[in-house]
């Protein structure tokens, strides 16, 4: 069919809103949105015009249809309707929501089309992966607001969610005012409603978001007089004192900050896909960016690889040099020099009795003298990936010995445990051991490591 000018649809919206039948319509959506009355109302006009109809006719027409005794007469509408679908007069998701729209059009004149007859076009979902970068993130950054700078590097610093954003209060931040880089937020299960209900989210503030949130708020108690209490909302608006933005108010503050500079279009939830993308690069477990992100566990990851905030904290200071639009970038060496000094100082040992620990879950680990100001020479390429192997398995040893100490769990011991639903005994098993045990009924629970696995049984 022929493309008209946006005056000429815009003249004939105005006539349909005339007819009758529209009016009864658009009462019945109840819908306030003048966007969603202007689609929907070019669906029907496009229709009316492949039917060589207006809506009036459209409705007294399936008056007549309903009264009559002859299913194929009384089933002319539907069947209209499915020729319209097939003409491929519509890009497939164009025609799943006209039909949408002429579908509503006769349910809200109480002459309802029956849903089994019209086959209506699935719509295809197209995923638009985008990923704002740090480059982007400076560009949105020029000539913003404080309040909407804080916004944007707290979305793009902590992943999180637009909905968890909304309800963020001055209480989650608390770790900002103790001075600790980076800062925890906490966002219990309770807090977080809908379909996010029952998950918990513990993420962090990088340095560039942590310095743009305290000139927000200083902003705030200077030039809004506001006193701010725990319970402050973080985020709030500028034309009202303390109170929040909704959601809708975020993706508006990131799309215009997007058409101020031109860069592509994006949505909060693109940030935290830029969070999740940065933290993998840097190598963080994938649980623990589940964690991070508010995310699900599942499976042998709950409750058995949850890792401590302290934990996470580190995770996340590898990936913060990603994540920043200050920091310059770190070479591997400096990294993993970072990383050393930041272990060593958490388990509070001397450098020598480091090392010992270190070569004790690898045995082949050459000594480096990590903690020198300015060190004899720098480490070799194979000596930067041996230390960042023998961290890791340092972890996985740590973590396999606390999962065993919370159980009860030695080599030579059992521990008879209750589930809430009975008691059970747990118990720990070689690899070669395990697929015996399974036949014998046990329950498989967790790997611990490559070679040893957890396994339980209920006990009558």
């Known amino acids: 069919m022929a493309r008209y000018p946006d005056a000429y649809r815009a003249r004939q919206r105005e006539e349909y809103l005339s007819f009758e039948s529209v009016g009864q319509w658009f009462d019945g959506l109840g819908t306030k949105s003048s966007g969603t009355k202007k689609v929907y109302l070019n669906d029907l006009v496009h229709y009316c015009e492949w039917i060589k109809k207006n809506p009036d006719q459209l409705k007294q027409e399936r008056k007549e249809q309903l009264k009559s005794d002859d299913i194929d007469a009384k089933m002319t509408a539907e069947k209209t309707l499915n020729r319209y679908i097939n003409s491929g007069v519509k890009p497939q998701n164009a025609m799943a929501r006209a039909v949408a729209a002429i579908r509503s059009f006769y349910?809200?004149?109480?002459?309802?089309?029956?849903?089994?007859?019209?086959?209506?076009?699935?719509?295809?979902?197209?995923?638009?992966?985008?990923?704002?970068?740090?480059?982007?993130?400076?560009?949105?950054?020029?000539?913003?607001h404080l309040r909407d700078r804080a916004i944007l590097l707290t979305l793009f610093q902590t992943g999180v969610r637009e909905s968890s954003l909304a309800i963020l209060r001055v209480k989650h931040i608390k770790e900002v005012f103790e001075g600790k880089v980076p800062a925890h937020i906490s966002l219990r299960a309770k807090e977080l409603k809908g379909k996010y209900s029952g998950l918990e989210c513990h993420t962090f503030l990088g340095r560039d978001a942590?310095?743009?949130?305290?000139?927000?708020?200083?902003?705030?108690?200077?030039?809004?007089?506001?006193?701010?209490?725990?319970?402050?909302?973080?985020?709030?608006?500028?034309?009202?004192?303390?109170?929040?933005?909704?959601?809708?108010?975020?993706?508006?503050?990131?799309?215009?900050?997007?058409?101020?500079?031109?860069?592509?279009?994006?949505s909060p939830h693109d940030f935290r896909r830029a969070f999740q993308t940065n933290l993998e690069a840097a190598g963080v477990s994938a649980n623990w960016v589940k964690k991070m992100t508010g995310h699900k566990l599942s499976g042998e990851e709950n409750p058995y690889s949850i890792p401590k905030i302290e934990q996470l904290r580190e995770?996340?200071?590898?990936?913060?040099?990603?994540?920043?639009?200050?920091?310059?970038?770190?070479?591997?060496?400096?990294?993993?020099?970072?990383?050393?000094?930041?272990?060593?100082?958490?388990?509070?040992l001397s450098d020598k009795d480091f090392q010992k620990q270190l070569q004790q879950v690898y045995p082949n680990l050459k000594p480096y003298d990590w903690f020198s100001a300015k060190p004899q020479r720098e480490a070799s390429p194979e000596e930067i990936k041996a230390y960042e192997e023998a961290m890791r398995e340092y972890d996985r040893q740590r973590l396999k010995n606390?999962?065993?100490?919370?159980?009860?769990?030695?080599?030579?011991?059992?521990?008879?445990?209750?589930?809430?639903?009975?008691r059970y005994e747990s118990k720990m098993v070689k690899e070669n051991e395990l697929t015996g045990y399974l036949n014998e009924g046990w329950e498989f629970v967790a790997s611990l490591?490559?070679?040893?696995?957890?396994?339980?049984?209920?006990?009558?």
């Not at 029956?114 to 000539?143: F, H, N, W």
């Not at 200050?326 to 591997?332: A, F, G, N, Q």
């Not at 490591?449 to 009558?460: A, C, G, P, Q, S």
């Open 107 to 144: 349910a809200y004149n109480f002459i309802e089309l029956s849903d089994k007859a019209v086959k209506a076009p699935r719509q295809i979902k197209e995923k638009d992966y985008r990923c704002p970068t740090v480059e982007d993130l400076r560009k949105m950054l020029e000539g913003s």
């Open 210 to 266: 942590i310095e743009a949130i305290k000139k927000y708020l200083d902003w705030r108690k200077r030039a809004k007089k506001e006193e701010l209490t725990d319970d402050s909302f973080l985020f709030t608006r500028l034309d009202a004192l303390g109170e929040p933005l909704n959601e809708q108010a975020f993706i508006k503050i990131v799309k215009e900050a997007c058409n101020r500079v031109g860069v592509e279009h994006f």
């Open 315 to 348: 995770a996340y200071m590898k990936a913060e040099p990603k994540l920043s639009i200050t920091t310059k970038t770190e070479t591997d060496f400096d990294r993993v020099k970072r990383e050393v000094e930041s272990l060593r100082e958490r388990l509070r």
């Open 402 to 422: 606390e999962i065993l100490e919370e159980l009860g769990l030695t080599k030579d011991k059992k521990k008879t445990m209750t589930n809430g639903n009975g």
């Open 449 to 460: 490591n490559h070679e040893k696995y957890l396994v339980r049984r209920t006990l009558d």
